[in-house]
């Protein structure tokens, strides 16, 4: 099996065990309890648990994206080349799909069903931007500062937290609304509010891309350090070696 073959079935079974964990919880919420807040959290806290699992254990050998806007501000900062962009994004849609393919199953709905649960005004797509770019700047700013080991546990936290804070429950994740069109689970949404939801989390990635670029400028020095052992890592940065 090729290197990049093998690394995009890693983005492929990430996602799709992500969006297993999404939807999987959103119904079983609804099947548990009558309680909106409760549902809530049981979506939150699945979601947060599978997150890290999947970044931890698919991370050492695809980095653990399984989200397109990730993938594409890897590829601006130079962490990608073309052919990985496109074929993560690919792996990370098909996943996804697959995904909720399986949760509808499991709960013995249609295998597919076209979700008809409408997100639409300006106040859930300011959400979406503000979700997006929270998770992109904080990856971003987690490998410039060599601390991306700790993206299992700051990612799904942050996910987790603006699940419960955003108006839009933190969707965050391009590859993710296209596997949600296709279930009636409440955590569904339709077709056009997906393309909306999509639309505002590439500008939640870009602006979080320049910022990140306004936060490091003038680190040049520092460029490329997340390639270095711990042990180069500290040669370079330690001014008493």
Not at 28 to 34: D, E, R
Not at 104 to 117: A, D
Request: aromatic share 12%.
């Amino acid at each position: 099996m090729t290197y990049l073959l093998q690394k995009s079935l890693s983005e492929f079974l990430g996602t799709a065990f992500l969006l297993v964990a999404v939807v999987g919880s959103s119904f079983m919420g609804s099947f548990l309890t009558q309680d909106a807040l409760l549902g809530l959290f049981i979506n939150a806290f699945g979601t947060m648990l599978a997150l890290g699992c999947v970044i931890f254990v698919f991370g050492s050998i695809s980095a653990g994206y399984f989200n397109p806007v990730i993938t594409f501000a890897e590829f601006i900062s130079k962490r990608l080349d073309i052919s990985e962009l496109f074929a993560f994004i690919a792996a990370q849609l098909a996943g996804a799909f697959a995904g909720v393919v399986l949760a509808n199953y499991m709960f013995k709905q249609h295998l597919v069903s076209h979700s008809t649960i409408a997100h639409k005004g300006m106040n859930l797509y300011v959400a979406e931007i503000l979700a997006t770019a929270g998770l992109v700047l904080i990856l971003q700013l987690l490998i410039h500062q060599y601390n991306d080991h700790l993206a299992p546990i700051a990612l799904p936290a942050w996910i987790g937290g603006a699940t419960l804070f955003t108006a839009s429950t933190a969707f965050a994740n391009p590859a993710a609304v296209f596997g949600r069109m296709w279930t009636n689970s409440g955590a569904g949404i339709d077709f056009k509010s997906g393309l909306a939801f999509i639309g505002a989390e590439v500008l939640g990635a870009v602006i979080a891309i320049i910022i990140v670029a306004l936060l490091t400028a003038g680190d040049d020095d520092l460029d490329g350090l997340a390639y270095l052992t711990e042990e180069e890592y500290v040669e370079v940065t330690d001014p008493t070696i």
